[in-house]
C-alpha cells in the first residue's frame, strides 16, 4: 500500500495500481478518484458516503466500507489482497459502468440536454426586457 501525492496528471498512478482506495470521512458529492479509477479498469474501495455509495456498485464494480472505520477498511483490504478471485470481474465492470453513465461523451450529452430543456423553459424576452412565450410553428 502506497499513499501517494497529489499530481496534476495521475495517469501513472492509475496504470500502476491494482484498486484503488478512497477512504473519506467526509461526504463527496461526486467521487471523481473512484470515478477516474473504474474508467482506468482499477476497481475502488471507497467509503459508503455521500456520491461515492452512487458511483461505486458495492460488490460489482468496488466495494464500500463504512466511513471512518479503518478496522473494516482494513479487512476488506485484507480481503481484496488475498482473495482476488472474487473480484476478477470488477475491473471490466467498472470500466463498463464508466463508460456508461460517466465518460466524457454520456457527460456532454447530459449538459446539453440539461441546457436545452432550460433554454426551452425560459420566456423570450422582447425590447425593454418585457417577457413573451416563445413563438412555435406548427
Not at 463508460?99 to 423570450?124: G, M, N, Q, W, Y
Amino acid at each position: 500500500v502506497e499513499v501517494l501525492p497529489f499530481v496534476s496528471d495521475p495517469t501513472d498512478h492509475y496504470r500502476w495500481a491494482d484498486i484503488v482506495a478512497v477512504p473519506s470521512r467526509r461526504p463527496e458529492s461526486l467521487g471523481r478518484v473512484a470515478i477516474e479509477a473504474m474508467g482506468w479498469g482499477r476497481p475502488p474501495l471507497v467509503s459508503a458516503i455521500g456520491g461515492l455509495v452512487e458511483v461505486v456498485a458495492d460488490g460489482e464494480t468496488g466495494w464500500h466500507v463504512p466511513p471512518g472505520d479503518a478496522k473494516a477498511f482494513a479487512g476488506k483490504l485484507s480481503e481484496i489482497i488475498q482473495r482476488p478471485e472474487l473480484w476478477r470481474g470488477f475491473a471490466a465492470a467498472g470500466r463498463t459502468r464508466y463508460e456508461t453513465l460517466f465518460s466524457e461523451h454520456i457527460a456532454a450529452a447530459a449538459i446539453v440536454a440539461i441546457v436545452a430543456d432550460k433554454l426551452k423553459a425560459t420566456p423570450r424576452r422582447g425590447r425593454a426586457g418585457v417577457a413573451r412565450e416563445a413563438e412555435t410553428s406548427p
